[in-house]
């Protein structure tokens, strides 16, 4: 499951815009057929940047939480990259947009947990 961190958007975005943002980066992502991703599987995440100087400026997206598969080759991952930086460019044609996708190997440490076991907590 890609999880896409967009940091130093410009500031006072609305729910509206930060929705068609959502919306456009799902679309690309799910877009890349290569990735077998669907649109339940993909999380947008807008963190709120601490420091407002020069927001807006330079946008960064980091996709993390990409499972390593043999189709997800090092063009796909490029692909990916440039396809979401340009949708959000589209968006906010004055800033640079920068992406940076990193592949996850989830024997590395991961967990999932949907609907916790009913016993989880209790003694």
């Given at each position: 499951?890609?999880?896409?961190k967009v ?10 815009n ?24 993909v ?43 340009l ?5 906010y ?18 967990c999932?947990?949907?609907?916790p ?6 003694r």
């Open positions: 499951m890609p999880v896409v940091w130093c958007l410009p500031p006072n975005q609305t729910e509206e930060l929705k068609k943002l959502y919306e456009e980066i799902v679309r690309t992502v799910i877009g890349i057929k290569k990735l077998g991703i669907n649109k339940k599987s999380t947008c995440l807008f963190p709120p940047d601490q420091m407002q100087y020069g927001l807006g400026d330079e946008i960064i997206i980091e996709i993390d939480g990409l499972f390593e598969k043999p189709e997800r080759t090092n063009s796909v991952r490029q692909q990916l990259a440039q396809q979401v930086a949708c959000v460019k589209k968006l044609k004055k800033a640079k947009v920068e992406c940076f996708v990193r592949t996850f190997d989830p024997a590395q440490g991961f999932s947990i949907e609907n076991p009913a016993r989880l907590g209790r």
